[in-house]
């Protein structure tokens, strides 16, 4: 693998040098975060925040995949987009109660991961991320002209009913209330990834990874596991295709489209793949950029354009990466 | 040498197109044993290799493990079943810790006596460093302790002292023979080195143009006039 | 005969399609890279035609987009495909992602958003009688077009020295590159000639499909089914894949129209999940 790749794909190793000082700071960023309803924003940057926790998930979700099994997916907004138009769908076209349709989404979504993965995997490199293209958007054109059922490209609000999990349901399209679901479960499903990546299937995972034919001479199944790592990052896009859906309460065919994709593709690699964590930063960066940027400029597409050209040649760590390596420093001249 | 017959393989074939890279080859190992496996280039060792361990396609040929027969099985089912090998260009994984992937391999076998091979191969001082990150001779050490742990059946080493430094050879010898007397192991080595194969092997066998050419104890066959010819102009006597 | 202008129609796509990938096949055999700035090259080629043509007239306008597609091509192998061959394939082509994203966000700030539709050369105008029916000379003549430049790029790579090099690399680059042969200016060369087929290609669509920022991502698309279903790096595959998704295209559009979108993809999906490599006998 070239040094860039490893740099990009490479599972942080090193984390156990200092780890105090990193999970100090998760933890500070962790708690932080759930103040973040009172910390005075306007409503507008909140509900920012709130979108920006959604995109978050599905960057984790491709990320995850990059670092857990080295495969770059250009289709994501089909796990994404998936969920969300699934939520849309059964609301409207079904009586299931609104608690079903929430937890039954991101559940197909994965079970659909995981059965598709075993196709995706006769691809590896770059045919693997051309077949997750197509088959993303093959679901992008099936929504679009299925009208009948999904409205085509004006889209689809959604129609749940006004309780929801005991509560109403103009707690999951408030900012603040809101926020603090999606923060939940962002912060959640980062903490479980740490788990599984430092568990015995993280490891297999890697080394699979690294070197499948060795793996299989040391004994192991691959094809498995790698499959259950793509149904995983499935899943946490599933996730944000949920929370999206049931913010936002309108499902338009842009979710589905291969743009998404690439967005949360270049997303997780400025934040840094390298960790779990990096690419829910480098949502946050992106999400809050663009919003600022809308101010000052039309060409915020150069911009991302210029910004991951930059950062796959000179800083292939991404965000996450300068920002743990400066904390070693301080960390380092601090004791 | 007297015991149970722990690999038995008949009729090991293999075609690469019209070329016939190796042809019937019949190979017995006792238990406990170390076969060296000669013969100069192309003369079908690394074919040999990969029949028995079912690496590639079209492989033909039988092959019994202390009494079970594996010529249907993959890769590794045939690892589960007891053979374990190393590979001629190190085929280690990067980025995981050296005991990380050392206890990896145990997991999928008998026993997990990772501590026990890695200090025997001095692997220790370096166990918590990645793959990526130690010296040729280190990993050529992992890639053989990944095949080692576990206690398997059998063990295939393919060059195990290739790109290793006369030195680095010796000692890997002296590793290699030391492990296989306290564990009785049983081997199938092929190699290149000559030092090596002396210093370790019990009997050897010669390959030639994918054929069994001869067998035996190393003295005969370094004397056999039949193997000198064949070797004409290798570093063989 | 409507069968038989639904087929020809199906030709004239494929046609089209064929020479926006076919330049894809160059650069991939060449640098092993998927040119995800291929679409952009394709729109940039049709723009360019466009402004340069209202100026010089339908040749002139040919000439310079494919001289400054050419150029680009040029630019794009020594900035970006030769610093970067070392490393994994799949840095150059998020590099080229980006690049795409600069060209579509360029290209929308100086034509603006909006379809601009672009008239029929005068002399490539009007129909000629096929029949019963009537045919138009410019869907023909991009068919011609098409096979001109498979005829041309056959005969290039079977008779001539570098063709020879280009189909030896494309198969094994370590050894052709040990040859001797001067393999930075081969690929140059060729990325060049990827690129500027792009840029005809684009401009023999303007009077078809019409300008807009979104084009390039359309055809993108396509023109990867194409190169995939053809075997990454086979030239014969992809003539044969694009007249098969043009056809698919077509067809499905009056058959399927429900569907038609889909069809080419899932057709991809369908030879990628049978054969790996696409339909060709490739290593890869």
């Given at each position: 693998m070239s040094d860039t790749l490893t740099k990009i794909?490479?599972?942080?190793?090193?984390?156990?040098?200092?780890p105090n000082v990193l999970i100090l700071l998760a933890i500070a960023v962790a708690l932080a975060g759930f103040a973040v309803p009172w910390m005075g924003f306007s409503r507008s940057f909140l509900s920012l925040l709130t979108s920006a926790c959604a995109t978050a998930l599905l960057a984790t979700g491709v990320g995850f995949l990059v670092r857990q099994a080295g495969l770059t997916s250009f289709g994501h907004a089909a796990y994404f987009g998936g969920s969300a138009y699934l939520v849309v769908l059964l609301s409207v076209h079904t009586g299931m109660p609104g608690e079903a349709i929430v937890i039954l989404a991101p559940i197909v979504a994965t079970v659909a991961a995981f059965g598709i993965a075993f196709v995706m995997l006769r691809t590896e490199g770059v045919a693997f991320s051309m077949l997750s293209l197509a088959v993303a958007q093959a679901l992008y054109e099936l929504m679009m002209r299925w009208r009948d059922i999904a409205?085509?490209?004006d889209g689809l609000a959604m129609q749940l009913p006004r309780e929801l999990f005991g509560t109403t349901l103009s707690v999951f399209q408030r900012p603040g209330s809101m926020f603090l679901i999606s923060w939940t479960i962002l912060v959640v499903v980062i903490i479980l990834l740490t788990l599984l990546s430092r568990s015995n299937f993280g490891t297999l995972t890697i080394a699979i990874k690294n070197n499948e034919e060795r793996a299989r001479f040391i004994g192991y199944r691959t094809l498995i596991p790698r499959a259950l790592v793509i149904a995983i990052s499935g899943a946490i896009a599933a996730l944000g295709g949920t929370l999206f859906a049931l913010y936002n309460g309108y499902v338009t065919p842009g979710i589905l489209h291969w743009s998404l994709s690439g967005e949360a593709i270049i997303i997780a690699i400025i934040g840094g793949t390298?960790?779990?964590w990096g690419p829910a930063v480098g949502a946050f960066v992106f999400v809050i950029l663009r919003d600022v940027a809308g101010d000052y400029t039309t060409h915020w597409q150069s911009i991302v354009g210029l910004v991951l050209i930059t950062v796959v040649l000179?800083?292939?760590?991404g965000l996450s990466g300068l920002i743990s390596r400066s904390l070693e420093r301080i960390w380092r001249k601090t004791v | 040498m007297t015991g149970t017959i722990m690999l038995e393989a008949t009729g090991l074939t293999r075609h690469f197109g019209g070329f016939c890279?190796?042809?019937?080859v019949n190979l017995s190992v006792r238990k406990g044993e170390i076969r060296g496996l000669i013969g100069s280039n192309g003369a079908g060792k690394s074919t040999c290799m990969d029949v028995l361990t079912g690496r590639g396609r079209n492989l033909q040929g039988k092959i019994v493990l202390d009494g079970h027969?594996?010529?249907?099985?993959s890769e590794r089912e045939r690892r589960r079943a007891g053979m374990a090998r190393s590979f001629q260009?190190?085929?280690?994984?990067?980025?995981?810790?050296i005991r990380e992937q050392v206890m990896l391999a145990a997991r999928m076998?008998?026993?997990?006596?990772t501590d026990e091979i890695l200090s025997e191969l001095s692997l220790d001082t370096i166990?918590?460093?990645?793959?990526?990150?130690?010296?040729y001779g280190d990993q050529r050490r992992v890639d053989l302790a990944l095949a080692l742990?576990?206690?398997?059946k059998v063990l295939l080493l393919d060059?195990?002292?290739?790109?290793?430094t006369i030195e680095e050879s010796l000692t890997m010898a002296r590793h290699l023979k030391s492990l296989s007397d306290r564990h009785s192991l049983t081997v199938l080595i092929v190699e290149h080195d000559m030092e090596v194969i002396f210093s370790v092997c019990d009997n050897l066998t010669v390959l030639h143009l994918g054929e069994v050419l001869t067998e035996g104890q190393p003295e005969a066959v370094r004397s056999d006039p039949e193997v000198v010819r064949a070797y004409l102009g290798s570093t063989f006597a | 005969m409507g069968m038989l202008i639904q087929v020809l129609n199906g030709l004239v796509y494929g046609g089209l399609l064929y020479v926006v990938s076919v330049g894809l096949v160059l650069i991939f055999g060449l640098r092993r890279v998927v040119n995800f700035a291929h679409g952009g090259f394709y729109m940039l080629g049709a723009y360019v035609g466009f402004a340069a043509g209202g100026i010089f007239g339908f040749w002139g306008g040919l000439l310079a987009a494919v001289a400054a597609l050419a150029v680009i091509g040029i630019a794009l192998d020594i900035v970006v495909f030769r610093p970067l061959q070392?490393?994994?394939?799949m840095v150059t082509v998020l590099v080229t992602f980006g690049i795409l994203l600069i060209f579509e966000d360029l290209i929308h700030m100086v034509w603006g958003p909006d379809t601009i539709s672009v008239a029929t050369p005068e002399f490539l105008a009007g129909v000629i009688q096929i029949g019963d029916t009537f045919f138009p000379v410019y869907r023909l003549t991009v068919i011609a077009v098409a096979i001109a430049v498979g005829l041309g790029l056959t005969l290039w790579l079977r008779g001539s020295r570098a063709g020879l090099f280009v189909r030896a690399s494309s198969v094994d680059p370590l050894t052709t590159a040990m040859q001797g042969v001067d393999t930075e200016k081969l690929s140059m060369t060729v990325v060049a000639l990827g690129t500027g087929l792009a840029g005809l290609s684009g401009v023999i669509a303007s009077p078809l499909l019409a300008l807009s920022p979104s084009m390039g991502s359309t055809i993108l698309i396509e023109s990867f089914i194409v190169v995939v279903i053809g075997g990454l790096g086979s030239f014969a595959g992809a003539f044969v894949a694009a007249l098969l998704i043009g056809q698919v295209h077509n067809l499905g559009i009056v058959y399927l129209p429900n569907i038609s979108s889909m069809l080419p993809l899932l057709l991809m999906v369908a030879v990628l999940i049978w054969k790996p490599t696409g339909f060709s006998k490739g290593t890869h």
């Open positions: 794909t490479t599972a942080q190793t090193r984390s156990d040098r200092s409205n085509g490209e390298r960790s779990l000179l800083l292939p760590e | 890279a190796l042809n019937n027969d594996i010529s249907k099985l260009k190190t085929n280690i994984f990067p980025e995981l810790k076998a008998e026993t997990d006596n166990a918590d460093q990645p793959g990526s990150e130690v010296s742990v576990g206690k398997p060059e195990p002292a290739a790109g290793l | 070392d490393q994994d394939h």
